[in-house]
């Protein structure tokens, strides 16, 4: 059976995998920078590609003696390619780059976005295609129609923040540290949903997109407000009719105050609401789907999950989620998108020439967004 070697480095994990034809991850490594990354509160590209260019070698070579291999053992080399920071992008490209020239190993160039959207076919055999994606990571927040290997079709992204990336803003607002999403999620298991007034952007529009800064603005609103007991948090804030026409009493504790927790799970709700409603206005304009399907790294979050397992089921449709760790950046889904292109013989030949890409959307086609800092 053939053997792909995955290559990932496209964001703050330098990630190498070794998948097999039949599914089985022979061995996979990821090296994670978060340490780095952490006093800055956010990816910074020049450290990560430093970082991916110290780690990368080893990484590989260690994910092969994990497996008992050598690179002789391997059918392809497959890395990521774009979209993602420039510099880790051309660490990994470079790497496999060299990797199949001293191998004679074709070279396969993977889209980061198409490792996330075939993840859950590495996870789950059964998944035939087309199905609905929701595709939601710190980059990258889309619904596309998977209706084959490379054929996709977009029919909503974000006009301004990705999902994740509100997760992580929210994170800084409340001082959680970076990465934002995992600390989001378990604070807000701790706090009430219904606390905190906050908009739910483009709800019920006739398009699916999605639209995050507006939330984050208001959930900063509500950290500020709620620094100030005794002032009238506004009318975003809070959400207590009991408390709402009480007059505010400088200086006293007033019983609608928020904590943290409170926030961070009314912003879970309100991310979680506007999910479903674009969600639910893509199932209607995609054609007939197999599957509701979920990738990419806010995917790990249960309470999104659950809220898109039930919407599935409302549809009659199964609800298809990877793993948590095939969720997030990692090397497995790469190796896994370039099988899928390795069995069909469906890969640019001249690969050892594909120059690195900050931006390759899934879907060339889809018409520009009107908005603000419109994103691939
Ligand atoms: O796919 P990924 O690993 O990297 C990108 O390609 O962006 O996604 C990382 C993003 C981060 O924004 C992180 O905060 C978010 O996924 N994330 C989560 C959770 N785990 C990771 N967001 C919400 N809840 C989680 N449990
Ligand atoms: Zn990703």
Redesign the pocket.
Same mark, same amino acid.
């Given at each position: 059976m053939r053997v792909v070697l995955g290559i990932e480095s496209?964001?703050?994990?330098t990630a190498a995998a070794l998948v097999r034809e039949d599914r089985t991850v022979l061995a996979q490594r990821i090296a994670s920078q978060d340490e780095e990354h952490r006093p800055y509160g956010g990816v910074v590209p020049e450290i990560a590609a430093r970082a991916h260019a110290e780690r990368l070698a080893p990484l590989i070579a260690a994910t092969l003696a994990d497996a008992g291999m050598e690179l002789s053992d391997v059918d392809a080399v497959a890395a990521t390619a774009g979209p993602?920071l420039i510099g880790g992008v051309m660490v990994g490209l470079v790497s496999a780059k060299a990797l199949a020239m001293a191998g004679e190993k074709p070279l396969i160039a993977v889209n980061?976005l198409e490792g996330?959207a075939l993840s859950p076919r590495l996870a789950d055999a059964s998944l035939n295609y087309p199905y609905l994606l929701l595709l #939601?990571?710190?980059?990258?927040c889309q619904l596309l129609e998977v209706q084959g290997l490379g054929q996709y079709r977009r029919l909503a992204t974000t006009i301004d923040d990705?999902?994740?990336?509100a997760?992580?803003k929210t994170?800084k607002i409340l001082g959680l540290g970076?990465?934002?999403?995992?600390a #989001?999620?378990r604070l807000a298991r701790e706090g009430d949903a219904k606390k905190v007034r906050l908009p739910r952007p483009l709800l019920g529009t006739q398009e699916p997109h999605f639209s995050f800064a507006g939330l984050k603005s208001a959930v900063l609103r509500a950290k500020e407000n709620q620094c100030r007991p005794g002032l009238d948090p506004g009318p975003l804030a809070v959400d207590s009719e009991a408390n709402s026409n009480r007059p505010a009493v400088p200086g006293q504790a007033r019983d609608d105050e928020y904590s943290d927790a409170d926030i961070a799970a009314s912003f879970?709700q309100a991310a979680l609401d506007c999910v479903l409603d674009r969600t639910r206005r893509a199932l209607e304009a995609a054609g007939d789907v197999t599957a509701l399907v979920v990738?990419?790294? #806010?995917?790990?979050?249960?309470?999104?999950r659950a809220g898109l397992e039930k919407l599935a089921a409302e549809h009659g449709l199964p609800f298809v989620a990877p793993p948590?760790a095939l969720?997030?950046?990692?090397a497995a889904m790469i190796g896994w998108a370039g099988m899928e292109r390795l069995m069909r013989q469906d890969f640019t030949p001249d690969a050892l020439d594909f120059a690195a890409r900050p931006r390759w959307p899934l879907d060339p086609d889809a018409a520009p967004v009107r908005g603000a800092g419109v994103k691939a």
């Open positions: 496209s964001c703050d994990e993602g980061h996330h #939601v990571s710190g980059g990258h990705a999902l994740g990336e997760f992580d994170a970076y990465p934002g999403g995992p #989001v999620e879970q990738a990419g790294g #806010v995917a790990a979050n249960q309470a999104i948590l969720c997030t950046d990692n």
